[in-house]
């Protein structure tokens, strides 16, 4: 005899369709939900960036983490109309079930006219809904529906070897504390990271490698 409590995980384990997430899923009473904050120059105001996950087949080979609803808090009002719509529609697709990782770049894409801004680290967002994307899409890395861009361990020498490289013909107060990367360093276009400088003749990224010469 099955556990009720059990039931649907084992129906899953019997070979039924595994649960999918679409419009006729109804919300549960509870979310599992994660609060970033986005600080921005273009802001008075921190931005809190809330997403809250279902959980689909608990317990079984099929389950899986996905969006279900997000939502944008902040004491400054003067952008709410734009922000619950942006909000409502990044829920509606979440609720759709499929592919939502294509919101990532939609959003990345976004470009204030009035220009951009740089984080804390060089890190260039061209837009407050830019970094809404970026939001979005550490959090679907966290969850296992994108896969993440770290440098492998080839990379990772290559890239610690050229810092050190720049320290020893700089000298080690050329990097500022914190940072990680010296005063004065051009954007990188691969990366979008205020991390380029010249090391041998050549501009050289310090945060992805990305090199040119002459």
Same mark, same amino acid.
């Given at each position: 005899?099955?556990?009720?409590?059990?039931?649907?995980?084992?129906?899953?384990?019997?070979?039924?369709?595994?649960?999918?997430?679409?419009?006729?899923?109804?919300r549960p009473e509870m979310l599992i939900g994660v609060t970033y904050k986005i600080k921005s120059p273009l802001f008075e105001h921190a931005l809190y960036v809330t997403i809250n996950d279902i959980l689909l087949n608990a317990g079984t080979?099929?389950?899986?983490?996905?969006?279900?609803?997000?939502?944008?808090?902040?004491?400054?009002?003067?952008?709410?109309?734009?922000?619950?719509?942006?909000?409502?529609?990044?829920?509606?697709?979440?609720?759709?079930?499929?592919?939502?990782?294509?919101?990532?770049?939609?959003?990345?894409?976004?470009?204030?006219?009035?220009?951009?801004?740089?984080?804390?680290?060089?890190?260039?967002?061209?837009?407050?809904? *830019? #970094?809404?994307? &970026?939001?979005? $899409?550490?959090?679907?890395? %966290?969850?296992? /529906?994108?896969? =993440?861009?770290?440098?492998?361990?080839?990379?990772?020498?290559?890239? *610690? #070897?050229?810092? &050190?490289?720049? $320290?020893?013909?700089?000298? %080690?107060?050329? /990097?500022?504390? =914190?940072?990680?990367?010296?005063?004065?360093?051009?954007?990188?276009?691969?990366?979008?990271?205020?991390?380029?400088?010249?090391?041998?003749?050549?501009?050289?990224?310090?945060?992805?490698?990305?090199?040119?010469?002459?």
């Amino acid at each position: 005899m099955v556990d009720e409590r059990l039931r649907p995980a084992a129906e899953a384990e019997a070979g039924k369709p595994p649960e999918q997430l679409d419009e006729h899923l109804e919300r549960p009473e509870m979310l599992i939900g994660v609060t970033y904050k986005i600080k921005s120059p273009l802001f008075e105001h921190a931005l809190y960036v809330t997403i809250n996950d279902i959980l689909l087949n608990a317990g079984t080979r099929f389950e899986q983490r996905r969006p279900f609803e997000i939502f944008i808090n902040s004491k400054g009002m003067e952008h709410f109309q734009w922000i619950v719509a942006l909000t409502r529609i990044m829920s509606a697709v979440f609720r759709k079930g499929g592919d939502c990782t294509f919101l990532v770049e939609e959003l990345k894409a976004v470009f204030d006219p009035r220009g951009g801004y740089l984080k804390k680290g060089g890190v260039y967002m061209p837009s407050i809904v *830019a #970094e809404i994307g &970026a939001v979005l $899409e550490r959090h679907l890395i %966290a969850i296992g /529906l994108l896969h =993440g861009h770290a440098p492998d361990e080839v990379q990772r020498r290559y890239l *610690a #070897e050229k810092r &050190a490289a720049y $320290e020893a013909s700089q000298g %080690a107060a050329a /990097l500022e504390p =914190g940072e990680g990367f010296p005063p004065g360093a051009q954007l990188c276009g691969q990366c979008h990271t205020q991390s380029v400088v010249q090391l041998e003749g050549c501009t050289t990224c310090l945060n992805c490698g990305h090199s040119k010469c002459g």
